[in-house]
């Protein structure tokens, strides 16, 4: 089945810098890779998302990456606000399917 | 709009007591889904409906947990009897689509059983 693996599991910047949060897949069936922000004492919430067809996508500040060849996408958030501070988590998904596998989440914080 | 609602947002009790956890998904979505997360295995997928029947119970740790959807605005997860092992955030999603479409989080139910 499907295994996600992300990294790091914590990151610090200071605000204002980049901060890169990187993801590979096992499954080469797998072309849907959505990511999710999690607040303290909230749900993760859907940030951006790609499919298998387009190799980045960017919103704002927010990018994804993804190179089907290595099995790997990323998440470059730009220009880093305290607000940023949150568990980030991967995930990659097959078409036809419900099945989400997440990764295992990165801490952000973002330093004033 | 409102989004998900769970409720209760914080249980605590004592190993072998009963625990109902409950979850109102957004109006016209037809995937629900329960998740629980813990430190050690991040988020799990435990149970998905879809229009109201289970599709996949796969996930569900064992014969003392049990869910149920008994109509389109409503569920249920149960965990009878408790264990200390079964704490964690317990979440229940919703979604539009069947396959992969964006998912709602709720805000979670954080379980401690002692």
């Known amino acids: 089945g499907e295994n996600v693996e992300q990294h790091p599991s914590t990151l610090s910047v200071q605000e204002g810098d980049s901060a890169v949060i990187k993801c590979t897949y096992s499954?080469?069936?797998?072309?849907?890779f959505p990511w999710y922000k999690q607040e303290l004492g909230k749900g993760p919430q859907l940030i951006i998302d790609?499919?298998?067809?387009?190799g980045e996508k960017k919103d704002q500040r927010i990018a994804v990456t993804l190179n089907k060849t290595a099995k790997h996408f990323s998440l470059h958030i730009t220009e880093t606000q305290p607000e940023d501070s949150a568990v980030y988590f991967c995930?990659?998904?097959?078409?036809?399917?419900?099945?989400?596998?997440f990764g295992t989440g990165t801490r952000l914080k973002v330093l004033a | 709009d409102a989004g998900v609602i769970q409720s209760p947002r914080h249980e605590v009790t004592e190993m072998g007591q009963e625990v109902t956890l409950r979850c109102k998904p957004i109006?016209?979505?037809?995937?629900l889904f329960w998740y629980r997360q813990t430190m050690m295995r991040g988020l799990e997928l435990l149970i998905y409906?879809?229009?109201?029947?289970?599709?996949?119970d796969s996930g569900m740790p064992e014969d003392r947990f049990s869910a149920k959807m008994p109509n389109a605005s409503f569920s249920t997860l149960k965990i009878q009897p408790s264990e200390p092992r079964d704490s964690a955030v317990y979440f229940c999603?919703?979604?539009?689509?069947?396959?992969?479409?964006?998912?709602?989080f709720g805000e979670g139910s954080r379980l401690t059983v002692l």
């Open positions: 999603a919703s979604s539009l689509a069947e396959n992969t479409g964006e998912l709602f």
């Open positions: 499954d080469s069936a797998s072309n849907y």
């Open positions: 790609i499919r298998s067809n387009v």
């Open positions: 995930a990659a998904s097959t078409s036809g399917t419900y099945k989400y596998i």
């Open positions: 109006s016209g979505h037809n995937s």
């Open positions: 409906f879809n229009n109201n029947v289970p599709i996949d």
